[in-house]
């Protein structure tokens, strides 16, 4: 009995996160959030009633979609203001890891917007508390932590969190721009390493205090 259940668990979580893949693969495909339940159902090769079987409808499979996404890396973000490691490399590190996460899950914000469009009293406080907030703070720490040690400029933190991931956010959307305005086919490995060092650069430029 034991064994059956273990095995009736584990068809659970596979099938899961087989739609949950297969919703995260079509947004990046497209570069669109607008999938429906069928084309899910499609990828996955299962029946999309078991969308509401595991989430109850389209949105929460988009909301478990953002928390398996972002899940490990908003952990990893809360725990960086404590590294004992100077404030100019907790930021590299943070913008190395917000530009891998627009580059693996382009979509992420565009389905935050969908989901508050769809019901922003449902998902406005869930999506601020879950994803915004911990990001903000986490930047706002590092900021200070620059400042005190006298190697940051006071910066405003809501403004900088804008920039960032407003930065990140178009860039790995606009497929449309960067092939009819730059010619860039694709975001390619080596151009996402490129804007890790350009955000960088530019950031710092303004943050880092300058000898006299």
Known sequence: MKDRQA???????GTRDQLLIAAGELMTERRSTDVSLSDIAAKSGLNSALVKYYFGNKA?????LLRKVMGTGIAQLKSLPDMNIPPE???????????KSYYQ???????MHQLLAEDSEKYGQLIAEEFSKPVAEAQRRILEQGVEAGVFRPVNPMLFYFQLVGSCDHLFYSKHQLLHVFGVHEIT????QRFVEHLYRV?????????G
């Open 7 to 13: 095995q009736s668990a584990g068809s659970d979580v």
């Open 60 to 64: 929460g499979l988009m909301v478990a």
């Open 89 to 99: 490399q907790k930021l590299r590190i943070h913008i190395s890891g917000m530009v």
């Open 105 to 111: 899950f382009p979509y992420i914000n565009r389905l």
């Open 189 to 192: 490995d080596q151009l996402r």
């Open 203 to 211: 950031i710092t430029e303004g943050l880092l205090v300058r000898p």
